[in-house]
C-alpha cells in the first residue's frame, strides 16, 4: 500500500482518486478551494465536476497543502494548467528530495512555452517529475470502464513505479520515456478538439471530424517531432489515441466548447456553459508561438486562435482551411 495525494480536487483528480483507493492505496484529496472540500466531506461526491461517482469513507479530504504533501510516497498534480506553476511554487516548502510528483493535466504555458512537467522540476527542483496522460475521460474512468494510458518518466524505475501504483484489469498503463511527445500530443488534441467541436455546431459531418483528426495529428506531430519527440508517442494513445477520443466524445469539454462557438456563441459565453476549464482555448496561443518558434505551419490550430482571439466567423475559418494551395499528403513521398 502506497500514501498518495491528489493535489486537485477536480473531475479528473476525484476519477483518479477512486482508481488509487479501489487499488488498496492511502488516499488524500487536497482543493484550495474551502467549499469543494466541504462538499466533497458532506457529499462524499463531486456532485457537481463528476456526479454518480461516489468516494468511499476511507478518502482523506483536506484543505491544508502542507498535511497533503509530507509523507507521501506520491503526489499526483492535477489542477488546471493555468494553476500548475502557482501550485507548484506553493508545495516546494513541503516536498522532499526525490519525492515523486506525476502531472496529469494537460497544457502548454502561454507565457514561456513551457510543458508542465518541466515547470514543476522549475519550481520543485528537488523532486522527481513524471506525467500520466491518455485518452481517459475521468466520467468513465470513475464509473471502471475500461482505459489506457501511458506513464512517462525520466528512468524506467519511476515510470514503472507510477505504472505499478495506478494498474488495475480495467486501467491498464503503459510506460514511456518520451515525456516531451506525451505532453505536447495531451496538450495541442484540445486545440484539435476545439476545431472538431465547430465543425460539429456548423452541423458538419463525420468527413470533417475525420480530416480535422487525421490532419490534426500530422500538424502535432510535425511540431513534436522538430520538438524531439519520438513519432512512436504522437501514433500512440497520448497522440491519435487521446486526439480521437477528445475530438468525438460527448465528455470532452474542448469539443463541447468549440461546438457552442461553432452555433453562434463566442469564446466566453462558451466557457461559462462548460463550467470547467477548456484547455484548449489556454494551449492555443501557445501552440502558436512553438509553431513560430520552431518555424513549423498548422493551419488548423491558426485557425482556431482566429476565431478564438479575432473574432473570425468559424464559417471563414473552414474556408480558408479548404482553399489552402493544392499540396501533395506527404511530400517526401514523390521525392
Same mark, same amino acid.
Given at each position: 500500500?502506497a500514501?498518495?495525494?491528489?493535489?486537485?480536487?477536480?473531475?479528473?483528480?476525484?476519477?483518479?482518486?477512486?482508481?488509487?483507493?479501489?487499488?488498496?492505496?492511502?488516499v488524500?484529496?487536497?482543493?484550495?478551494?474551502?467549499?469543494e472540500?466541504q462538499m466533497?466531506?458532506?457529499?462524499?461526491?463531486?456532485?457537481?465536476?463528476l456526479?454518480?461517482?461516489?468516494?468511499s469513507?476511507?478518502?482523506?479530504?483536506?484543505?491544508?497543502?502542507?498535511?497533503?504533501?509530507?509523507?507521501?510516497?506520491?503526489?499526483? $498534480? !492535477?489542477?488546471?494548467?493555468?494553476?500548475?506553476? *502557482?501550485?507548484?511554487? %506553493?508545495? @516546494?516548502?513541503?516536498?522532499?528530495?526525490?519525492?515523486l510528483?506525476?502531472?496529469?493535466?494537460?497544457?502548454?504555458?502561454?507565457?514561456t512555452l513551457?510543458?508542465?512537467?518541466?515547470?514543476?522540476?522549475?519550481?520543485?527542483?528537488?523532486?522527481?517529475?513524471a506525467?500520466?496522460?491518455?485518452?481517459?475521460?475521468?466520467?468513465?474512468v470513475g464509473k471502471?470502464?475500461?482505459?489506457?494510458?501511458v506513464a512517462?518518466?525520466?528512468?524506467?524505475?519511476?515510470?514503472e513505479?507510477i505504472?505499478?501504483?495506478?494498474?488495475?484489469?480495467?486501467?491498464?498503463?503503459?510506460t514511456s520515456?518520451?515525456?516531451?511527445?506525451?505532453?505536447?500530443g495531451?496538450?495541442l488534441k484540445?486545440?484539435?478538439? $476545439? !476545431?472538431?467541436?465547430?465543425?460539429?455546431?456548423? *452541423?458538419?459531418?463525420? %468527413?470533417? @471530424?475525420?480530416?480535422?483528426?487525421?490532419r490534426?495529428?500530422t500538424?502535432?506531430?510535425?511540431l513534436?517531432?522538430s520538438?524531439?519527440?519520438?513519432?512512436?508517442?504522437?501514433?500512440g494513445?497520448t497522440?491519435?489515441?487521446?486526439?480521437i477520443v477528445?475530438?468525438a466524445?460527448?465528455?470532452?469539454?474542448?469539443?463541447?466548447?468549440?461546438?457552442?462557438?461553432?452555433?453562434?456563441k463566442?469564446?466566453?459565453?462558451a466557457?461559462?456553459?462548460?463550467?470547467?476549464?477548456?484547455?484548449g482555448?489556454?494551449?492555443?496561443?501557445?501552440?502558436?508561438?512553438?509553431?513560430?518558434r520552431?518555424?513549423?505551419?498548422?493551419?488548423?490550430?491558426?485557425?482556431?486562435?482566429?476565431?478564438?482571439?479575432?473574432?473570425?466567423?468559424?464559417?471563414?475559418?473552414?474556408?480558408?482551411?479548404?482553399?489552402?494551395? @493544392?499540396?501533395?499528403?506527404?511530400?517526401?513521398?514523390?521525392?
Amino acid at each position: 500500500m502506497a500514501k498518495v495525494s491528489i493535489i486537485g480536487a477536480g473531475s479528473w483528480g476525484t476519477a483518479l482518486a477512486v482508481v488509487l483507493e479501489n487499488n488498496g492505496h492511502q488516499v488524500t484529496i487536497w482543493s484550495a478551494i474551502e467549499d469543494e472540500i466541504q462538499m466533497l466531506k458532506e457529499k462524499r461526491e463531486h456532485v457537481v465536476k463528476l456526479p454518480g461517482v461516489r468516494l468511499s469513507e476511507s478518502i482523506l479530504l483536506t484543505g491544508d497543502l502542507k498535511e497533503a504533501v509530507q509523507g507521501r510516497d506520491l503526489l499526483v $498534480l !492535477a489542477v488546471p494548467s493555468v494553476f500548475t506553476r *502557482g501550485t507548484a511554487k %506553493n508545495m @516546494k516548502p513541503y516536498v522532499e528530495e526525490q519525492q515523486l510528483i506525476v502531472n496529469v493535466a494537460k497544457g502548454i504555458e502561454e507565457q514561456t512555452l513551457m510543458t508542465l512537467t518541466d515547470i514543476i522540476e522549475e519550481e520543485i527542483p528537488q523532486a522527481r517529475v513524471a506525467v500520466l496522460s491518455g485518452p481517459s475521460h475521468a466520467e468513465e474512468v470513475g464509473k471502471g470502464l475500461p482505459t489506457t494510458c501511458v506513464a512517462g518518466a525520466r528512468t524506467r524505475e519511476a515510470a514503472e513505479y507510477i505504472q505499478n501504483i495506478f494498474m488495475n484489469d480495467v486501467f491498464r498503463v503503459y510506460t514511456s520515456p518520451d515525456m516531451l511527445g506525451i505532453e505536447l500530443g495531451g496538450a495541442l488534441k484540445n486545440v484539435i478538439a $476545439l !476545431a472538431a467541436g465547430m465543425a460539429d455546431g456548423l *452541423g458538419y459531418g463525420d %468527413n470533417t @471530424k475525420a480530416a480535422l483528426i487525421t490532419r490534426g495529428i500530422t500538424e502535432i506531430g510535425r511540431l513534436a517531432l522538430s520538438m524531439g519527440a519520438k513519432y512512436e508517442t504522437l501514433s500512440g494513445l497520448t497522440g491519435i489515441g487521446d486526439l480521437i477520443v477528445t475530438c468525438a466524445s460527448v465528455h470532452s469539454r474542448n469539443r463541447k466548447a468549440g461546438m457552442l462557438i461553432g452555433q453562434g456563441k463566442t469564446m466566453e459565453e462558451a466557457t461559462q456553459e462548460v463550467h470547467m476549464v477548456v484547455e484548449g482555448i489556454y494551449s492555443a496561443k501557445a501552440a502558436i508561438g512553438l509553431s513560430q518558434r520552431y518555424e513549423v505551419p498548422m493551419p488548423i490550430i491558426e485557425q482556431v486562435n482566429q476565431v478564438l482571439f479575432y473574432n473570425k466567423p468559424v464559417k471563414e475559418a473552414v474556408q480558408e482551411l479548404m482553399l489552402r494551395d @493544392k499540396k501533395a499528403e506527404h511530400e517526401q513521398m514523390w521525392e
